[in-house]
């Protein structure tokens, strides 16, 4: 499988939206139990195609697709402000997982932080990939107070 991996195009911003709702709802959703799904899906209410378009018009975030065929199946987002960088979405499509996508996404924008001097990058990671950002030496601060995700703190080198 040819996979190529390419800077977000304003274009492609429905395309990312359909990519994160599948992967949210078919992946990452079954980690929860009953209680910790109704806190998952509310996180997923406002990311509506034009939440997705608003991100790539942004100068403080930066956005990396991954595809195969010239269709979107998997990308990386960051957002910055001065040193610090939230990695604010990483999503895969279901059957696309588990073929080192997300890993080469990740490799792809950690470089693009140290190109804009970042010293840090957080993260918020659902259950199911919590072990998967502590393979990058992401530590875990803890679960956030009232949502279900985790956040993760990476000091970076430059």
Not at 40 to 69: C, G, M, W
Not at 113 to 120: D, E, G, P
Not at 122 to 144: Q, R
Request: hydrophobic content about 35%; overall charge positive.
């Amino acid at each position: 499988m040819k996979i190529d991996y390419e800077k977000a195009k304003l274009s492609d911003y429905e395309e990312i939206y359909t990519v994160m709702q599948t992967s949210a709802r078919e992946l990452s959703r079954k980690a929860y139990n009953d209680q910790l799904k109704n806190r998952f899906d509310k996180f997923y209410v406002d990311k509506t195609p034009d939440y997705i378009r608003q991100t790539l018009e942004s100068q403080h975030s930066y956005t990396i697709v991954a595809k195969n065929n010239n269709r979107i199946i998997g990308f990386i987002q960051i957002k910055f402000h001065n040193k610090i960088g939230n990695v604010s979405h990483l999503y895969i499509l279901p059957g696309y997982e588990g073929n080192s996508i997300g890993t080469q996404l990740f490799g792809l924008v950690k470089e693009r932080a140290v190109q804009l001097n970042i010293t840090k990058l957080y993260i918020e990671s659902t259950l199911n990939a919590l072990s998967y950002y502590e393979k990058f030496g992401f530590i875990n601060k803890g679960l956030i107070p009232d949502e279900s995700a985790y956040n993760l703190e990476l000091e970076l080198k430059s």
